[in-house]
């Protein structure tokens, strides 16, 4: 899988999370993902008002991907590790860092 196009999936993502658009954002979620997005999403700023990506690194078959949530005054990171399903990069964990 190449990182270049997880890294523009991974940004729409940041950018649907931002925007509320939690169908389009869910839309990268496998199973597994799924399940731990609620408690995660409960982890971001209110309101999230910008994402940036902060780093991309290949984990064998999987990538990882550091999304940087902001608030007014807050802000989280979160690792998504990325695996290609079905042809496409989708977001197999999620896990908040700080």
């Given at each position: ?6 890294r ?8 649907a ?6 169908d ?23 309101p ?7 780093g ?14 902001s ?21 197999v ?6």
């Amino acid at each position: 899988m190449d990182e270049t196009s997880v890294r523009e999936h991974a940004q729409q993502h940041g950018q649907a999370v931002v925007a509320r658009d939690f169908d389009r954002a869910g839309s990268d979620l496998t199973g597994d993902a799924e399940t731990q997005a609620p408690h995660v999403m409960r982890q971001l700023p209110r309101p999230t008002i910008s994402s940036e990506i902060v780093g991309v690194e290949p984990r064998g078959e999987d990538v990882m991907c550091l999304i940087r949530y902001s608030g007014q005054e807050d802000a989280k990171t979160v690792a998504s590790t990325w695996r290609e399903v079905d042809g496409t990069p989708r977001i197999v964990e999620l896990t908040v860092l700080d």
